[in-house]
């Protein structure tokens, strides 16, 4: 039974560039969630996709959008990076119940 | 406002110690916590959860967690720590769709 999938695991990016981050639910999922995490943080919140739609959105700066696929797939785009932007990019999948079940991340640096 | 706080943010113990961390959490509505864990390069995982009922709950390894309501805590507990616990704790709080969680705590155990 797959888990949640990210790629890529590891990006270096410099600032101004764009960056698209990918996510495979775990099997039976239909909701993805995206979080980032920057060093001795918790995960923020970015937004969730249900339907294809986005659910709902954290305090996130435009820069940052989204997108989901009809097989629950995922990606998250950022464009115009900053440095503040480095950080681990979490992505999430949810059962009905809403639980959450992440993948190992992908480490945007941004130089 | 929305919010998880975990006080002890680095905690060392020896193997057989006792363990509980900190949670408090300030949230308005039907309250859902959790409790996850991140071991050292692996992802994310659900420790415990607690939607509803007894709110002394189980989780997996022998952990376990107690709802408060009056004092707005879920504090983490295990009787007796192993080296393999060594690994960063979080606890969050479910809104509609996002988890806010706490900043996380870093446990060391040592054998």
């Known amino acids: 039974d797959a888990g949640v999938t990210q790629s890529p695991t590891h990006l270096i990016k410099t600032r101004g560039q764009q960056v698209t981050l990918r996510c495979s639910p775990k099997?039976?999922?239909?909701?993805v969630s995206w979080y980032q995490q920057a060093l001795g943080q918790g995960p923020q919140f970015i937004f969730q996709?249900?339907?294809?739609?986005?659910?709902q959105r954290g305090n996130f700066p435009d820069r940052f959008s989204g997108h989901q696929f009809p097989n629950y797939s995922s990606e998250l785009n950022v464009n115009a990076l900053l440095l503040g932007d480095s950080a681990l990019y979490l992505c999430?999948?949810?059962?009905?119940?809403?639980?959450?079940?992440f993948g190992e991340g992908s480490r945007l640096t941004v130089l | 406002a929305q919010s998880v706080s975990q006080h002890n943010h680095h905690v060392i113990l020896s193997e057989a110690a006792s363990l509980e961390l900190g949670c408090n959490y300030s949230?308005?509505?039907?309250?859902?916590l959790f409790w996850y864990v991140q071991y050292p390069g692996q992802h994310l995982q659900l420790l415990l959860k607690?939607?509803?009922?007894?709110?002394l709950v189980k989780g997996i390894k022998g952990f376990e967690a107690e709802f408060i309501k009056s004092k707005f805590s879920f504090n983490l507990r295990k009787p007796s720590v192993q080296w393999s616990d060594t690994a960063e704790y979080f606890c969050?709080?479910?809104?509609?769709?996002?988890?806010?969680f706490g900043t996380g705590t870093r446990l060391k155990v040592l054998a």
């Open positions: 949230y308005g509505g039907t309250v859902n």
């Open positions: 996709y249900y339907e294809e739609e986005e659910r």
């Open positions: 607690y939607f509803s009922g007894d709110p």
């Open positions: 969050a709080v479910k809104g509609t769709y996002k988890y806010i």
């Open positions: 999430a999948s949810s059962p009905y119940t809403g639980e959450l079940f």
């Open positions: 099997s039976g999922h239909d909701t």
